[in-house]
T-cell receptor, first 111, second 113 residues
Framework: QQQVKQSPQSLIVQKGGIPIINCAYENTAFDYFPWYQQFPGKGPALLIAIRPDVSEKKEGRFTISFNKSAKQFSLHIMDSQPGDSATYFCAARDTGNQFYFGTGTSLTVIP | NAGVTQTPKFQVLKTGQSMTLQCAQDMNHEYMSWYRQDPGMGLRLIHYSVGAGITDQGEVPNGYNVSRSTTEDFPLRLLSAAPSQTSVYFC????????????FGPGTRLTVL
Protein backbone atom coordinates (compact mmCIF):
# COMPACT_ATOMS: atom_id res chain seq x y z
CA GLN A 1 0.00 0.00 0.00
CA GLN A 2 1.45 3.32 -1.08
CA GLN A 3 1.96 5.48 2.01
CA VAL A 4 2.39 8.63 -0.05
CA LYS A 5 0.29 9.11 -3.18
CA GLN A 6 1.74 11.41 -5.85
CA SER A 7 0.18 12.91 -8.97
CA PRO A 8 0.41 13.47 -11.85
CA GLN A 9 2.68 10.75 -13.20
CA SER A 10 3.95 13.09 -15.91
CA LEU A 11 3.69 16.77 -16.71
CA ILE A 12 4.63 18.89 -19.71
CA VAL A 13 4.75 22.68 -19.44
CA GLN A 14 6.05 25.55 -21.50
CA LYS A 15 9.07 27.53 -20.32
CA GLY A 16 7.90 30.09 -17.78
CA GLY A 17 4.89 28.01 -16.73
CA ILE A 18 4.17 26.90 -13.16
CA PRO A 19 4.03 23.11 -12.84
CA ILE A 20 2.32 21.82 -9.72
CA ILE A 21 2.91 18.35 -8.30
CA ASN A 22 0.63 17.01 -5.59
CA CYS A 23 1.09 14.49 -2.81
CA ALA A 24 -1.28 13.07 -0.22
CA TYR A 25 -0.75 10.91 2.86
CA GLU A 26 -2.76 9.22 5.60
CA ASN A 27 -0.30 8.74 8.45
CA THR A 28 -0.67 11.74 10.74
CA ALA A 29 2.55 10.77 12.51
CA PHE A 30 4.66 11.82 9.52
CA ASP A 31 6.82 14.72 10.72
CA TYR A 32 8.95 15.79 7.76
CA PHE A 33 8.10 16.14 4.07
CA PRO A 34 10.96 16.51 1.58
CA TRP A 35 10.94 16.79 -2.18
CA TYR A 36 13.70 15.21 -4.22
CA GLN A 37 14.80 15.99 -7.78
CA GLN A 38 16.29 13.27 -9.94
CA PHE A 39 18.00 13.67 -13.31
CA PRO A 40 18.41 10.68 -15.65
CA GLY A 41 21.21 8.37 -14.55
CA LYS A 42 21.63 10.14 -11.23
CA GLY A 43 20.49 9.57 -7.68
CA PRO A 44 17.77 11.74 -6.14
CA ALA A 45 18.91 14.99 -4.53
CA LEU A 46 17.10 16.94 -1.82
CA LEU A 47 15.38 19.98 -3.31
CA ILE A 48 13.26 21.50 -0.54
CA ALA A 49 11.48 20.24 2.57
CA ILE A 50 8.81 21.30 5.04
CA ARG A 51 7.59 20.39 8.52
CA PRO A 52 3.85 20.06 9.28
CA ASP A 53 3.76 23.15 11.51
CA VAL A 54 4.42 25.39 8.49
CA SER A 55 1.93 26.03 5.66
CA GLU A 56 4.36 27.25 3.02
CA LYS A 57 8.07 27.28 2.33
CA LYS A 58 9.91 29.00 -0.53
CA GLU A 59 13.43 28.42 -1.74
CA GLY A 60 14.23 30.32 -4.90
CA ARG A 61 11.74 29.30 -7.59
CA PHE A 62 10.51 26.28 -5.61
CA THR A 63 7.60 26.47 -3.17
CA ILE A 64 5.99 23.81 -1.00
CA SER A 65 2.40 24.34 0.09
CA PHE A 66 1.28 22.20 3.03
CA ASN A 67 -2.31 21.56 4.12
CA LYS A 68 -2.19 19.64 7.39
CA SER A 69 -5.95 19.19 7.76
CA ALA A 70 -6.28 17.78 4.25
CA LYS A 71 -3.06 15.76 4.61
CA GLN A 72 -1.80 17.09 1.31
CA PHE A 73 1.27 18.95 0.14
CA SER A 74 2.39 20.20 -3.22
CA LEU A 75 5.44 21.50 -5.06
CA HIS A 76 5.18 24.59 -7.27
CA ILE A 77 7.98 25.57 -9.64
CA MET A 78 7.83 29.24 -10.59
CA ASP A 79 9.11 30.44 -13.96
CA SER A 80 10.02 26.88 -14.96
CA GLN A 81 13.08 26.37 -17.14
CA PRO A 82 14.16 23.53 -19.45
CA GLY A 83 16.86 22.71 -16.88
CA ASP A 84 14.07 21.84 -14.42
CA SER A 85 13.15 18.84 -16.58
CA ALA A 86 13.61 15.91 -14.21
CA THR A 87 11.67 13.44 -12.09
CA TYR A 88 10.37 14.79 -8.80
CA PHE A 89 9.59 12.66 -5.76
CA CYS A 90 7.75 13.67 -2.65
CA ALA A 91 8.45 11.80 0.56
CA ALA A 92 7.40 11.62 4.18
CA ARG A 93 9.25 10.54 7.30
CA ASP A 94 7.61 8.52 10.07
CA THR A 95 8.38 8.48 13.79
CA GLY A 96 10.78 5.59 13.21
CA ASN A 97 12.76 7.89 10.89
CA GLN A 98 11.93 5.80 7.83
CA PHE A 99 11.17 7.63 4.61
CA TYR A 100 8.28 6.73 2.31
CA PHE A 101 8.44 8.03 -1.24
CA GLY A 102 5.78 8.88 -3.77
CA THR A 103 5.81 7.23 -7.19
CA GLY A 104 7.44 10.19 -8.93
CA THR A 105 6.43 12.82 -11.51
CA SER A 106 8.33 13.19 -14.76
CA LEU A 107 8.44 16.91 -15.63
CA THR A 108 9.30 18.18 -19.10
CA VAL A 109 9.71 21.91 -19.64
CA ILE A 110 9.50 22.83 -23.32
CA PRO A 111 11.69 25.76 -24.43
CA ASN B 1 34.77 14.38 -0.97
CA ALA B 2 33.45 11.71 -3.33
CA GLY B 3 30.15 11.57 -1.41
CA VAL B 4 28.28 8.29 -1.84
CA THR B 5 29.75 5.89 -4.37
CA GLN B 6 28.22 2.70 -5.72
CA THR B 7 29.63 -0.15 -7.78
CA PRO B 8 28.94 -1.61 -10.22
CA LYS B 9 26.92 0.83 -12.33
CA PHE B 10 25.26 -1.96 -14.30
CA GLN B 11 24.94 -5.71 -13.69
CA VAL B 12 23.20 -8.61 -15.41
CA LEU B 13 22.65 -11.79 -13.43
CA LYS B 14 21.02 -15.11 -14.11
CA THR B 15 18.32 -16.40 -11.80
CA GLY B 16 19.89 -18.06 -8.77
CA GLN B 17 23.21 -16.25 -8.96
CA SER B 18 24.47 -14.24 -6.03
CA MET B 19 26.20 -10.90 -5.96
CA THR B 20 27.09 -7.96 -3.75
CA LEU B 21 26.31 -4.35 -4.54
CA GLN B 22 28.91 -2.08 -3.01
CA CYS B 23 28.24 1.27 -1.34
CA ALA B 24 30.73 3.57 0.33
CA GLN B 25 30.60 7.10 1.74
CA ASP B 26 33.42 9.40 2.86
CA MET B 27 31.35 11.88 4.88
CA ASN B 28 31.59 10.00 8.18
CA HIS B 29 27.83 9.50 8.15
CA GLU B 30 26.34 7.17 10.74
CA TYR B 31 23.12 6.39 8.89
CA MET B 32 23.16 4.43 5.62
CA SER B 33 20.35 2.82 3.71
CA TRP B 34 19.47 0.89 0.56
CA TYR B 35 16.48 1.62 -1.66
CA ARG B 36 15.16 0.03 -4.79
CA GLN B 37 13.46 2.11 -7.47
CA ASP B 38 10.88 0.49 -9.72
CA PRO B 39 8.66 2.14 -12.36
CA GLY B 40 5.41 3.30 -10.82
CA MET B 41 6.58 2.37 -7.30
CA GLY B 42 8.93 5.17 -6.30
CA LEU B 43 11.78 4.34 -3.94
CA ARG B 44 11.27 1.66 -1.32
CA LEU B 45 13.55 1.09 1.67
CA ILE B 46 15.23 -2.34 1.76
CA HIS B 47 17.60 -2.21 4.76
CA TYR B 48 19.24 0.48 6.81
CA SER B 49 22.00 0.91 9.36
CA VAL B 50 22.31 3.46 12.16
CA GLY B 51 26.00 2.75 12.72
CA ALA B 52 28.74 0.15 12.37
CA GLY B 53 27.50 -3.24 13.53
CA ILE B 54 23.82 -2.23 13.55
CA THR B 55 21.38 -3.00 10.75
CA ASP B 56 17.61 -3.29 10.45
CA GLN B 57 14.95 -4.12 7.89
CA GLY B 58 13.02 -1.62 5.87
CA GLU B 59 9.84 -1.96 3.83
CA VAL B 60 10.99 -4.67 1.35
CA PRO B 61 13.86 -6.70 2.93
CA ASN B 62 13.12 -10.20 1.59
CA GLY B 63 15.87 -11.64 -0.59
CA TYR B 64 18.52 -9.18 0.59
CA ASN B 65 21.17 -9.24 3.29
CA VAL B 66 23.31 -6.43 4.65
CA SER B 67 26.14 -5.94 7.11
CA ARG B 68 27.99 -2.88 8.36
CA SER B 69 31.48 -3.64 9.58
CA THR B 70 32.78 -0.08 9.07
CA THR B 71 31.25 3.40 9.09
CA GLU B 72 32.19 3.87 5.42
CA ASP B 73 30.82 0.72 3.77
CA PHE B 74 27.36 -0.79 3.53
CA PRO B 75 27.18 -3.66 1.01
CA LEU B 76 23.91 -5.21 -0.14
CA ARG B 77 23.91 -8.94 -0.89
CA LEU B 78 21.55 -10.85 -3.12
CA LEU B 79 21.92 -14.51 -2.13
CA SER B 80 19.86 -16.06 -4.93
CA ALA B 81 18.78 -13.50 -7.52
CA ALA B 82 15.22 -13.58 -8.88
CA PRO B 83 13.71 -11.70 -11.84
CA SER B 84 11.58 -9.74 -9.34
CA GLN B 85 14.81 -8.15 -8.10
CA THR B 86 15.39 -6.44 -11.43
CA SER B 87 15.51 -2.80 -10.38
CA VAL B 88 17.68 0.24 -9.87
CA TYR B 89 19.31 0.22 -6.45
CA PHE B 90 20.29 3.36 -4.59
CA CYS B 91 22.42 3.67 -1.51
CA UNK B 92 21.94 6.73 0.67
CA UNK B 93 23.58 8.17 3.75
CA UNK B 94 22.87 10.90 6.26
CA UNK B 95 24.70 12.33 9.22
CA UNK B 96 22.68 10.33 11.72
CA UNK B 97 19.28 8.73 12.22
CA UNK B 98 16.65 11.44 12.16
CA UNK B 99 18.84 13.93 10.30
CA UNK B 100 16.86 15.50 7.53
CA UNK B 101 18.97 15.34 4.41
CA UNK B 102 19.87 12.04 2.77
CA UNK B 103 22.62 11.92 0.13
CA PHE B 104 22.07 9.38 -2.61
CA GLY B 105 24.61 7.51 -4.69
CA PRO B 106 24.35 7.30 -8.51
CA GLY B 107 22.63 3.91 -8.46
CA THR B 108 23.20 0.37 -9.75
CA ARG B 109 20.97 -0.92 -12.52
CA LEU B 110 20.46 -4.65 -11.99
CA THR B 111 18.81 -7.02 -14.45
CA VAL B 112 18.03 -10.60 -13.46
CA LEU B 113 17.29 -12.92 -16.37
Amino acid sequence: QQQVKQSPQSLIVQKGGIPIINCAYENTAFDYFPWYQQFPGKGPALLIAIRPDVSEKKEGRFTISFNKSAKQFSLHIMDSQPGDSATYFCAARDTGNQFYFGTGTSLTVIP
Amino acid sequence: NAGVTQTPKFQVLKTGQSMTLQCAQDMNHEYMSWYRQDPGMGLRLIHYSVGAGITDQGEVPNGYNVSRSTTEDFPLRLLSAAPSQTSVYFCASSKELGYNEQFFGPGTRLTVL
